[in-house]
């Protein structure tokens, strides 16, 4: 559900906005002067704000400006002021649209949903989801290529990351060094398989607790390694 915030002074127009957005099936909650709209806002879980131009304590235009400096979530100002110097000053301003008072109520809902479909739409369309492995307070973010333990970040080289994110996509799988050299290095293991053993002790060293008796990667001996799970 989409959480609405109301900036508005005269209460009426502030209760009667309320009801037509809680019919429509949005969460509302109004303020009645510049200063505490401005703090809800920027407190965040809202998805879209109406404001009103001429407010006790903090002006529209400044409220505006804040929020703008913070986050980009939908504003619709609102006034009964009609020049179009204040349009003008309010889309400047970052205000995603301009409704002069008075208006009707479902105009107002039409324009919400609107414009919080259009947001939606951005915000899908900028942000892709990460490709990410969580297991046990080990986090592998494939995309940015990036590993946290317990919410600590770790630095890996590039084959340390490769061989752990190869293992840990194939859990409770025993590779032997060979196959792990073939398919992480793409190579087959001419004289080389000590490096597979020397990345496990590196890799080991910066996820595990205890190296001497890992929870993530384990050894099989005389066969290979695997990722517990």
């Given at each position: 559900m989409s959480r609405i915030l109301i900036v508005e002074d005269e209460d009426s127009i502030a209760d009667l906005e309320k009801d037509?957005?809680?019919?429509?099936?949005?969460?509302?909650?109004?303020?009645?002067?510049?200063?505490?709209?401005?703090?809800?806002?920027?407190?965040?879980g809202f998805d879209l704000v109406v404001l009103d131009l001429m407010l006790p304590g903090t002006d529209?235009?400044?409220v505006c400006r804040r929020i703008r400096e913070k986050m980009d979530i939908p504003v619709i100002m609102v006034s009964a002021k009609k020049d179009d110097i204040d349009k003008?000053?309010?889309?400047?301003?970052?205000?995603?649209?301009?409704?002069?008072?008075?208006?009707s109520p479902s105009e107002l809902v039409a324009r919400v949903?609107?414009?919080?479909?259009?947001?939606?739409?951005?915000?899908?369309?900028g942000q892709k989801t990460n490709d990410i492995i969580e297991i046990r307070g080990l986090k592998i973010d494939k995309t940015a290529r990036r590993v946290w333990v317990d919410g600590t970040e770790k630095t890996f080289t590039t084959k340390e990351f490769d061989l752990l994110t190869f293992l840990a996509e194939n859990p409770n799988h025993v590779f032997s060094k060979e196959e792990l050299f073939r398919k992480v290095w793409n190579m087959d293991s001419v004289g080389d398989i000590a490096t597979v053993t020397v990345h496990i002790k590196k890799i080991r060293e910066k996820v595990e607790y205890d190296t001497s008796n890992p929870q993530y990667i384990e050894t099989i001996w005389g066969v290979g390694y695997r990722f517990k799970i």
């Open positions: 037509y957005l809680e019919l429509s099936g949005f969460e509302v909650q109004i303020y009645n002067n510049g200063t505490d709209g401005l703090s809800a806002a920027l407190s965040g529209g235009f400044e003008i000053r309010g889309l400047g301003l970052g205000a995603d649209d301009y409704m002069t008072k008075p208006f949903k609107a414009h919080l479909a259009r947001y939606e739409r951005l915000l899908g369309a």
